[in-house]
């Protein structure tokens, strides 16, 4: 069984709109919980993270967190055509630094 | 301040060679963790490390090894190179070792014919 569950997309959105991206974890010990974005042929780079449950809000990013429902979601608002990529979940235990990730959602933003 | 970098950005090897990739962490960073990237997958842990100390070992054979050294940079051995690790190799650091935000260098692009 897989760690960390993603619809792999595309998820295509027009310009302005808001961009729903959803993960799922199967680990109830799971502690923390990471979004990176990835332009093709590039690296990971960390979008926000989240810790406890509830919203965190960093600019036009809101990451929700439900660990009773082992849900992970990131919202985008007001999407730009530089925010397609793939977005990928990651999960970690706060004993060791190891990550799952999520296989990744490809978002695309339609000008 | 630098962010973490990797060498060689590129590399071509046959299988049945080895490989040493290396890895310098963000200045104030302990741990370095490793991760290959299948085209069309997420990163895949394969170790982490800490104080010079293998703290985390994913599910990969004995053909991966690494270390760290007192400056806490890091290199990943492969051994025994098979066409199926052709893959991204990415090294990420951290500030500590248990849950903190990791921060991916460029990646080194390995290709085993």
């Known amino acids: 069984q897989k760690e960390v569950e993603q619809n792999s997309g595309p998820l295509s959105v027009p310009e302005g709109a808001i961009a729903s991206l959803n993960c799922t974890y199967s680990?109830?010990?799971?502690?923390?919980f990471f979004w990176y974005r990835q332009y093709s042929g590039k690296s990971p780079e960390l979008i926000m993270f989240i810790y406890s449950n509830g919203d965190k809000e960093d600019g036009r990013f809101t990451a929700q967190l439900n660990k009773a429902s082992q849900y992970v979601s990131l919202l985008i608002r007001d999407s730009q055509p530089s925010d397609s990529a793939t977005y990928l979940c990651a999960v970690s235990y706060n004993n060791f630094n190891k990550f799952y990730f999520g296989s990744g959602t490809k978002l695309n933003v339609k000008p | 301040d630098a962010g973490v970098t990797q060498s060689p950005t590129h590399l071509i090897k046959t299988r049945g060679q080895h490989v040493t990739l290396r890895c310098s962490p963000i200045s104030g960073h302990k741990s370095v963790s490793w991760y290959q990237q299948v085209l069309g997958q997420g990163p895949q842990f394969i170790f982490q490390y800490y104080e010079k100390e293998e703290r985390g070992r994913g599910n990969f054979p004995d053909r991966f090894s690494a270390r760290q050294f007192p400056n806490y940079s890091s290199e990943l051995n492969v051994n025994a190179l098979l066409l199926g690790d052709s893959a991204l190799y990415l090294c990420?650091?951290?500030?500590?070792?248990?849950?903190?935000?990791?921060?991916f260098g460029p990646g080194t692009r390995l290709t085993v014919t």
């Open positions: 990420a650091s951290s500030l500590d070792a248990g849950g903190y935000e990791q921060y």
């Open positions: 680990d109830r010990g799971s502690q923390s």
